[in-house]
């Protein structure tokens, strides 16, 4: 498991396929990824829309896009 920092953004995924849906992302420098909560409904997770627009740091299992999350704190953007 490591430890991410970024914000948490809404946005397309799977453009053009019969699978697209409205995506909760976390965007790092680095990397952008689709965010799974584990538990959470993987098409529309109401705990991780409530953070969409706020900057997080939070501990995960990255795999290639996706970032299985299982904790995250909410940063202040002092």
């Known amino acids: 498991m490591a ?3 970024g914000k948490v953004v809404k946005g397309s995924f ?3 396929s019969k699978s697209a849906y409205e995506a909760v992302y ?3 420098p680095t990397h952008r ?4 909560r584990q538990g959470g409904n993987p098409f529309h997770d109401e705990e ?3 953070i ?3 900057r997080i740091r939070c501990s995960g299992t990255p ?3 996706l970032l299985k999350v299982s904790k995250w704190t ?3 953007d002092d």
Do not use: A, M, P
């Open 3 to 5: 430890t991410f920092e």
């Open 14 to 16: 799977g453009k053009g």
């Open 26 to 28: 976390l965007v790092t």
């Open 33 to 36: 990824y689709v965010l799974r």
């Open 48 to 50: 991780l829309l409530r």
């Open 52 to 54: 969409v627009g706020k």
């Open 63 to 65: 795999s290639d896009y």
């Open 74 to 76: 909410v940063l202040n």
